[in-house]
């Protein structure tokens, strides 16, 4: 295996990734046949087949599934040193990856990023959602604004506000069903939430309520931060929203004296990369529209 191709590698990660031998000849730029060599002959010199083939697609074995983490790491790895490679260390040039919450990024980010470009155009910006926290040890991405403070080690962090959250709807829903003035009234509304067990249900589970906090209270669910924003904004029902998205779509705010909590808001990435010119600008450029950001909120 210490012999394999570092090609076949990247084909083996590929199709755990997409699912699919289309799908991860799409995402690596080669035919499906090509791809299709690769695990073929990656399996030869393993000995032992990394997918059970069915009319329903593939199924990874346990070989494959064991080598999946190292493969992401690898993958991380060897993306950050093409970034690292981008433009040397005191260059304005090259590529910096910054990962975020689906709110962040869609909503909050793109005017942030934006500013920065166009002081500095040659520094390009790759930009994942998620609402994991991606690992910056391994190089994942670059730098994390992240909505709890940062626990990996081997971090610069700095906090630089909290973000309130509060119930909204928007004015059609209100004026189809009213507004609920109890929480208690909420149990007859529409309520917007999510479907499984996440970090922001367990953090509504701390909060004192009249109701148990599970997804059965909720008649819309999504996981996806996104999706539910779009349901409020469309008149579906009551949800929790940041204030100052909530404010730029018009939405009006419900039960503000018996609701709402703040999300802290951190910007962080690995101290290796404070010799990084570029990335220190993006960490105080992020840290500087995020406190601008917040600001803005405090004076609505």
């Not at 367990?202 to 059965?216: C, G, H, I, K, T």
């Not at 999706?227 to 008149?235: D, F, N, T």
């Amino acid at each position: 295996m210490a012999n394999a191709d570092w090609d076949l590698f990247q084909s083996l990660h590929a199709v755990l990734q997409a699912g699919s031998l289309s799908a991860a000849a799409k995402a690596r730029g080669l035919t499906q046949p090509t791809l299709g060599r690769h695990i073929e002959a990656l399996e030869q010199k393993l000995g032992a087949p990394l997918f059970l083939r069915s009319p329903r697609g593939l199924t990874p074995t346990d070989l494959a599934r064991q080598l999946e983490s190292h493969l992401a790491e690898m993958h991380a790895a060897a993306a950050a040193a093409l970034r690292d490679a981008s433009g040397a260390a005191d260059e304005l040039k090259g590529a910096i990856r910054i990962t975020a919450s689906q709110i962040m990024g869609a909503e909050v980010l793109p005017a942030i990023l934006g500013s920065f470009r166009r002081e500095h155009p040659e520094i390009d910006i790759e930009l994942v959602l998620s609402n994991r926290a991606e690992d910056l040890s391994r190089r994942d991405a670059d730098i994390a604004v992240r909505m709890v403070r940062p626990t990996q080690g081997a971090l610069v962090a700095r906090k630089v506000g909290a973000i309130g959250v509060g119930f909204y709807a928007s004015p059609d829903y209100i004026e189809c069903f009213g507004a609920p003035q109890t929480l208690e009234d909420l149990t007859a509304h529409t309520v917007v939430g999510f479907d499984r067990e996440t970090p922001a249900l367990q953090a509504l589970a701390d909060l004192e309520l009249p109701w148990e906090v599970s997804r059965e209270l909720f008649a819309f669910r999504s996981d996806n931060d996104l999706a539910q924003i779009a349901a409020i904004r469309a008149g579906v029902g009551v949800g929790a929203c940041q204030h100052q998205i909530a404010r730029r779509y018009g939405l009006t705010p419900l039960l503000t004296n018996a609701f709402g909590f703040e999300l802290e808001v951190w910007i962080a990435m690995h101290e290796n990369l404070r010799g990084h010119r570029r990335m220190r600008l993006m960490f105080d450029h992020l840290v500087a529209g995020f406190q601008a950001f917040i600001a803005e909120g405090r004076k609505a």
